[in-house]
């Protein structure tokens, strides 16, 4: 949303009611299944206006529509949610397009930052692959390096370690590498396969060479010859790819260092808008 632009809110009226142990509940009697429960007053009436916009958004993805919230004196009037219940009102920003992310921040808003994108640049799709395939020219193998972690960050799994020292992986034989995660924090990826990518140990190694097969079998009989038990190896190259040629050369490749087949993944280096979204966040 850029700086300066309103975004409409919507007053709904609350039903508050507290228990003997100060727990507090909060009843949306406009959104039918709408309650939140938390240890105080304030938390709760806090989380209302995401579980409120986490309802509406659920309803206007199969195409339904709530009625807007009546006033507060019809449902004093109504005693919808019974006696004892202090009244008051949230503001709700404007329904978006519903997406994951929103839904887990309205469930646990504690682990998001409260910061927003005001701008996003635009990157041109023939200015990126020309900036790629200039890397080696411009000297630009680190920026290059930071680009493909974090283009795997998005498009394979987010839990990458960051390397440092010398380009080419240094003394680590990896330009990075997972590190394994909690189970609880795997739950809330939505790329790749967070099972696998949270207990397993992948390792990634990234290259700018024109001539990239023996780039890759250098690298990856280098990650093998580690013994760290690497169970999965991606190679990002700037160059384009054959997909035959890239076949034969994982299967050759998986003979002789015997590693696991990973699950099938994108062919990033034919899907611009990938590069640009790492672009983007980078």
Known sequence: MEAGRKQSTVKYPIAIAVDAGGT?????????????????????????PAAVAVHLQAAAQKGERLPPPKEMDEHKAAATVGDGVRWETVEVGAVRRFSPRDFMRARRPDLYSDSATEREPEVDTAY????????????????????????????ICPNLITQTGPTGGGDSKVDSETLPVAEAIAERWYVGDPGRAARERWAFAFSAKKDWRPKVREDVRKIAATGRGYTVAYFVTNQQVPDRARGDLEDDLRNEVGSRRPDPRPDLDRRPCAGEKALRAG
């Open 24 to 48: 507090a509940t909060v009843r949306v009697p406009d959104v039918p299944g709408c309650i939140v429960v938390a240890p105080t007053v304030e938390e709760a009436v806090r989380r209302t």
């Open 128 to 155: 990126l692959h020309f900036v790629l395939a200039q890397v080696t020219e411009r000297k630009e193998e680190v920026a290059f390096e930071h680009f493909c972690r974090r283009l795997a960050e998005m498009e």
